[in-house]
Antibody, heavy 121, light 106 residues
Framework: QVQVVESGGGLVRPGGSLRLSCSASGFIFSDYYMSWIRQAPGKGLEWVSYISRDSRYTNYADSVKGRFTISRDNAKNSVDLYIKRLRVEDTAVYYC??????????????WGQGTQVTVSS | DIQLTQSPSFLSASVGDRVNITCRAGQVISSLLAWYRQKPGKAPELLIYGASTLQTGVPSRFSGSGSGTDFTLTISNLQPEDFASYYCQQLMTSPCNFGQGTKLEI
């Protein structure tokens, strides 16, 4: 069955950096776009970034552009999110999701359980 | 960016009730809308895509309707596990924004 598992979260000081990882299984990884979505404490969902099947296309929310970098390794069935110059407002649970195809194009059809990132001094 | 406005933000109901949650887009998005349910402390799960197509495995008490700018998620015969938060997401163009959410409470 499809599984998506995030890792790499933790407590980081403002200005620091962090690399989140997402490992996927149960499907042909290279056939799907992948995305990251975050949720600040007690708040709603915020789309963060996506990456195309072959890494040719990436896109970012304005709030993270220039600080976040998404990448993937199709040989390892993994997608990473590198975050630099962390801000207190980046504190959130970060979810990795598979992006649906066909009629479900763009929707997150399988999500991981999330990894917590806390930015605090 | 395309803004999505959900209403209501909070909704009180009982087991067995039927409820509607609406999502209005700031511009026409055809049927490029998805709905998610998020139970407390859990990841969101896809319920509906294409405004009205039920994701595989989702119970038939969930249904979606609408196109253009106005959309509705209807939940019939509410079950205890449906007391959760619900989000719409537009899939028309990046950034694929979410609505602010609707919390469904007993």
């Amino acid at each position: 069955q499809v599984q998506v598992v995030e890792s790499g979260g933790g407590l980081v000081r403002p200005g620091g950096s962090l690399r989140l990882s997402c490992s996927a299984s149960g499907f042909i990884f290279s056939d799907y776009y992948m995305s990251w979505i975050r949720q600040a404490p007690g708040k709603g969902l915020e789309w963060v970034s996506y990456i195309s099947r072959d890494s040719r296309y990436t896109n970012y929310a304005d709030s993270v552009k220039g600080r976040f970098t998404i990448s993937r390794d199709n040989a390892k069935n993994s997608v990473d999110l590198y975050i630099k110059r962390l801000r207190v407002e980046d504190t959130a649970v970060y979810y990795c999701a598979r992006v649906g195809e066909g009629a479900a194009a763009g929707a997150g059809d399988y999500w991981g359980q999330g990894t917590q990132v806390t930015v605090s001094s | 960016d395309i803004q999505l406005t959900q209403s209501p933000s909070f909704l009180s109901a009982s087991v067995g009730d039927r409820v509607n949650i609406t999502c209005r887009a700031g511009q026409v998005i055809s049927s490029l809308l998805a709905w998610y349910r998020q139970k407390p402390g859990k990841a969101p799960e896809l319920l509906i895509y294409g405004a009205s197509t039920l994701q595989t495995g989702v119970p038939s008490r969930f249904s979606g309707s609408g196109s253009g700018t106005d959309f509705t998620l209807t939940i019939s015969n509410l079950q205890p596990e449906d007391f959760a938060s619900y989000y719409c997401q537009q899939l028309m163009t990046s950034p694929c924004n979410f609505g602010q959410g609707t919390k469904l409470e007993i």
